[in-house]
């Protein structure tokens, strides 16, 4: 595979994700305990023989850069290939070239592709859950001596229009491309993913910017349709993207059931990511962990149940945390429940706290579209008082302090926010 070059897209803002994306970039957001999302797709370009890859981040990309570092858990901290990171520039007249879109943010790398030795370039998103040998795609694409390889995959009806829904002929020669339709005419989406003969990549996009066209789904493949020999290559895998909270929380919840559908465990299939030294996780003499993922580091002295645990996360005697999410270096106090909720990175919940109680559903007022599922989401370094009670699809902003409550009930729906601004 050293004639493909691997560029994945890493800028999305990720408001979808809520309070999640605030510090972060969505590809650097954790995920079944151990990983960050971007580990997927990276590890699926290692396990391929994909040597050469770029990375292209744009909002909050601290995270991500420290975590990819040179690349060396996926071994891509190579002289000749390995992971370069694409990040926004300041042109010669002092203007900062932020990425509009996604194709607008390869074409503006296109001299970074052209020094590239490579024949094909495959584009990918940072922000999907799946494993995929992209050498499969990639020897269809030779065989249909294709222009432009798309990857689809059957999607439930009801989640639809949330994608790029694309027609195929007996062929499998695309014949339509829908982004995010209202009335969905078929199932099979968009992956996000796409293989370029190299030269046609650059020719489409010096024409896509010359006529102002930014983005590969909505734009620039439906713009292709008929002017390129352009093929759909099915994936029958596991696949999510969990760009919003509730298919997030879901594709956590997938793994810890009894014979989950994504297999983290396939010796074919490994997912690599940065790892920290940590002791083996402890647990109590009173503890009951049952149908969950726990990670290095972690010591429970309570209940964990269908949950997925970040390193280092400590659950005291008496606390029970059910379906739910929990990130790194967080504290659940004596007594605390924690249920249906995702709780960021170095939060402490205080003894006696209740978490996404009641069975109130109201939609969150700030965020009615990201968080009207049941969940509910605590920021990053929040600190909640003992005796809280929190209920359904709240949000608790990142750095939130004790002293920032004015009452033990936050009803369902509604939102804290820090009184004063949290130093990023």
Known sequence: ????????????????????????????????????????????????GINSVAVIPQYNPRSLALHIGVGKPWDLDRVV????????????????????????????????IRSRRADEVLILSGDHIYTMHYEEMLKLH???????????????????????????????????????????KGNLASMGIYVFNKDVLLQILEDAHRRGLRDFGSQIIPDAIGRYRIYGYKYQGYWRDVGTIEAYWQANMDLVVALPEFNLYDPETPVKTLSVEMPPVKVGPRAQITRSLVSNGCIVDGKVSNSVLSPHVYVEEGAHVMDSVVFHDTVIAQGAV???????????????????CGEDYTPNKDEPDNLDSGI??????????????????????PGVKETDFSTLSIPSGTSVAAKEPVRP
Request: with cysteine; hydrophobic share 40%.
């Open 1 to 48: 595979m050293n004639k493909v070059l691997a560029v994945i897209l890493a800028g999305g803002e990720g408001k979808r994700l809520s309070v999640l994306a605030h510090e972060r970039a969505k590809p650097a957001v954790p995920f079944a305990g151990k990983y960050r999302i971007i580990d997927f797709t990276l590890s699926n370009c290692v396990n391929s």
């Open 81 to 112: 290939g390995g992971v370069t990171m694409l990040y926004p520039f300041v042109g010669t007249n002092g203007e900062m070239h932020w990425y509009r879109d996604t194709a607008d943010a390869v074409y503006q790398n296109l001299g970074f």
């Open 142 to 184: 030779r065989q249909q001596k294709a222009d432009i390889t798309v990857g689809v995959t059957e999607v439930p009806w009801n989640d639809a229009n949330r994608f790029g829904i694309v027609a195929l002929d007996n062929g499998n020669l695309v014949t339509a491309f829908d982004e995010k339709p209202s009335q969905p």
């Open 338 to 356: 924690v249920q249906r909720s995702i709780i960021d990175k170095e939060c402490c919940i205080g003894s006696g706290c209740w978490i996404g």
């Open 376 to 397: 509910t989401v605590v920021g990053k370094g929040a600190s909640l008082p003992p005796g809280l009670r929190v209920g359904r699809n709240c949000k608790v902003d």
